[in-house]
């Protein structure tokens, strides 16, 4: 996928910077991507890129070479590209401006080529706010993406594992995508930036979402709960962070009120790793107390400050 969308954006770029009709000739032999061996794979290659390009609403046409009209090219006039002035205000620029520097997508900011051309200008001496990281690969987002809107299955490398998932849907939480579907037919979660090798199924259609499916109710209510592990977990607070624990645990929680005001939570915990992130956010304040190898894992976490 993610070949497949560095292909066709450097064979956009060349076409609307080209600004002349450009032969299939001159584009396999110009444009980063189209290095097939054969004739016959760069006619089909290059055939579907076009059938990509129209149906994303580029005007990609063929016009003649020169006078003579022998030989066609493909062209994409800029202007008939190019979108219309939006005509945004300064608060509007400043808003879209403040969004994207609080986006991340595969780790990096946006650029400022895409604010520029909307009329607005980066502003200076800033750095960048708290952001949300949508992935770490977005090409990885992109199969998951494709394999949900065409129910194509999904194979990839969880941890240790190779998973087999009939993706239903996705969904953001605290910085992080997680694909939702059915496992051997067991509803599972999985978070997109652990997920690599990934490989879509060849048939479309190949399993049927349930009707009633709504990801918001197939998402766990806290990160630790999806994963692979099933460990029963307990967890104290000391009493000036406890009001912030009952907040951010998962509805149903099993809480118990300490007599100097602290709380113990009974956590069911998918991921040891986010449960651990999520910890040490309370410093000395908290602690697992059971079971005793989690236990250990959090103290040798924090001992070795990673």
């Known amino acids: 996928m993610q070949r497949v969308i560095e292909r066709i954006l450097n064979l956009l770029a060349f076409l609307l910077t080209a600004r002349r009709p450009v032969t299939a000739d001159e584009i396999r032999t110009t444009v980063a991507g189209y290095d097939q061996e054969t004739d016959q794979a760069f006619r089909r290659t290059f055939e579907r890129d076009k059938d990509l390009l129209k149906s994303l609403g580029v005007p990609l046409r063929l016009e003649h070479t020169d006078g003579w009209e022998v030989e066609q090219g493909y062209v994409v006039a800029p202007d008939e590209y190019a979108l219309a002035d939006p005509g945004l205000t300064d608060e509007e620029r400043a808003a879209l401006w403040l969004a994207s520097r ?38 990885v987002l992109g199969d998951v993406f ?21 993706p239903y849907g996705l969904a953001h939480r605290m910085g992080h995508w997680y694909v939702v ?105 908290a602690e697992i107390i059971a079971p005793p190898e989690l236990r250990a894992r959090f103290i040798d976490h924090v001992r070795s400050g990673t």
């Open 146 to 166: 494709t394999a949900i809107v065409e129910r194509r299955r999904l194979t990839f490398q969880y941890r240790q594992s190779r998973r087999r998932l009939d």
């Open 102 to 139: 609080m986006v991340h997508l595969g780790g990096q900011a946006p650029g400022d080529g895409a604010f520029l051309k909307l009329g607005g200008a980066p502003m200076a001496g800033l750095g960048d706010p708290l952001a949300a990281d949508l992935a770490a690969d977005p090409s």
């Open 181 to 285: 579907g059915d496992v051997a037919g067991e509803r599972r979660t999985f978070r997109a930036d652990r997920m690599t090798a990934t490989s879509l199924g060849t048939k479309r259609g190949a399993f049927r979402r349930p009707p009633d499916f709504d990801v918001r109710t197939g998402f766990p209510d806290a990160p630790w709960e999806a994963g692979d592990a099933r460990i029963e977990a307990t967890v104290r607070f000391d009493p000036e962070v406890a009001w912030w624990a009952r907040r951010q645990v998962a509805a149903g929680t099993r809480l118990t009120e300490d007599p100097d005001g602290g709380v113990t939570a009974a956590l069911l915990v998918g991921s040891p790793d986010a449960l651990i992130g999520w910890m040490i956010g309370f410093e000395d304040a």
